[in-house]
């Protein structure tokens, strides 16, 4: 999975597949998950260790990352990132912020999401979009409009407070090109100008990421 391609010059992206090997983490991160089971912590490290690297890489060797009240990771002033781990996979993507505004990445298992959880989850026109896909393609593409969702929210949560639920925020895929858009209502009841977001879709993962230009 070439996950480069979501990455746009200036950021940095770190991922790592989870074959259990030692995570060596600071004391002032392994105490934010201290009491969490053992799946937990070892996500946890998992993302974080994809974090701390690309943080070394962007000169910041070491720095503790730690957790806001909203759950966001706190990284070092002049810098944006996200983090987002799931089944023995975890990455992280960070930038200087007077490149980017904002990052959010986002994996999940491909297919995860059925026709239940897709009615809570997508609009009509993305429901009627997925209905039109091959039965082959269809279950990846749900998860990768959930994913481009939870991405935009790890963007916009730490930039905004309050979200838009999952019902008002559509995304469109550009087929065959790893883009896609999400937009979201304005204040006029009209829509935002869409943000464009990359996507990739291999090794039964879907990986999609934004970054906001500063
Ligand atoms: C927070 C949330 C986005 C995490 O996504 P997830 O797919 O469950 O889990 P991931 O592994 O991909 O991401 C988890 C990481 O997200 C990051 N995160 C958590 N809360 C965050 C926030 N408010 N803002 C930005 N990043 C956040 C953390 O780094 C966390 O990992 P860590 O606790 O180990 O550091 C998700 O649980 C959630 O609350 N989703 C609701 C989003 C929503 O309402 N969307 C509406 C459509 S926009």
Do not use: N
């Not at 996500?43 to 720095?63: M, P």
């Not at 990132?81 to 980017?100: C, E, N, Q, W």
């Not at 209905?131 to 279950?139: F, H, Y």
């Not at 999952?166 to 006029?188: H, K, M």
Request: proline letters at 7%; charged letters at 25%; hydrophobic letters at 45%.
């Amino acid at each position: 999975m070439d996950l480069e391609a979501l990455a746009p010059p200036g950021s940095v992206l770190v991922a790592l597949a989870d074959h259990g090997q030692p995570l060596d983490l600071p004391p002032g991160e392994t105490q934010l998950v201290a009491g969490s089971v053992e799946k937990r912590r070892r996500d946890f490290a998992l993302g974080r260790t994809c974090a701390r690297a690309a943080l070394a890489r962007l000169g910041h060797d070491s720095w503790v990352l730690g957790r806001a009240p909203s759950g966001a990771p706190l990284w070092p002033d002049g810098i944006v990132g996200s983090i987002t781990h799931t089944k023995a996979f975890a990455a992280a993507m960070a930038a200087p912020a007077d490149r980017f505004r904002a990052i959010g990445i986002d994996a999940e298992c491909s297919g995860g999401v059925d026709d239940r959880l897709g009615r809570r989850l997508f609009t009509d026109g993305e429901r009627a979009w997925l209905s039109g896909q091959g039965d082959a393609l269809r279950p990846a593409l749900a998860t990768l409009l959930f994913s481009a969702k939870e991405a935009y929210f790890k963007a916009f949560h730490p930039l905004e407070g309050r979200m838009p639920d999952f019902r008002q925020v559509e995304v469109e895929v550009v087929p065959g090109t790893g883009v896609f858009s999400v937009r979201q209502p304005d204040a006029r009841d009209g829509w935002a100008a869409p943000v464009p977001g990359r996507f990739v879709i291999g090794d039964g993962l879907v990986v999609t990421a934004l970054c906001l230009e500063a």
